[in-house]
Nanobody, 119 residues
Framework: QVQLVESGGGLVQAGGSLRLSCAAS????????MGWFRQAPGKERGFVAG????????NYADSVKGRFTISRDNAKNTVNLQMNSLRPEDTAVYYC????????????WGQGTQVTVSS
């Protein structure tokens, strides 16, 4: 079992940057694949970025490639999402999620943090 708490959301102008953080509880954080997802009003939640348990492999949605960077610190049980060159279409609630190695899906989710990008 793991609990996830996101922070770092807020209001930013287009072209600006934000850094989201996700703090995880539990002893097995280093065995989980971690991901960031987002949900805009009226839209389904979608994948943003993912990182392997040891941080050696990352992947991104096409819409954020080159602008967002996911990273993790297993010693601190944290995963971060650095978001640069933000656009109004990045406005959404951003969720941190954890996928145990034995699971086929992300089983644990945070409560979400709002990111609003003004034009």
């Amino acid at each position: 079992q793991v609990q996830l708490v996101e922070s770092g959301g807020g209001l930013v102008q287009a072209g600006g940057s934000l850094r989201l953080s996700c703090a995880a509880s539990g002893r097995s954080f280093s065995t989980y694949r971690m991901g960031w997802f987002r949900q805009a009003p009226g839209k389904e939640r979608g994948f943003v970025a993912g990182i392997s348990s040891n941080g050696g492999s990352v992947n991104y949605a096409d819409s954020v490639k080159g602008r967002f960077t996911i990273s993790r610190d297993n010693a601190k049980n944290t995963v971060n999402l650095q978001m640069n060159s933000l656009r109004p279409e990045d406005t959404a609630v951003y969720y941190c999620a954890a996928k145990p190695y034995q699971s086929a899906q992300y089983d644990y989710w945070g409560q979400g943090t709002q990111v609003t990008v003004s034009s």
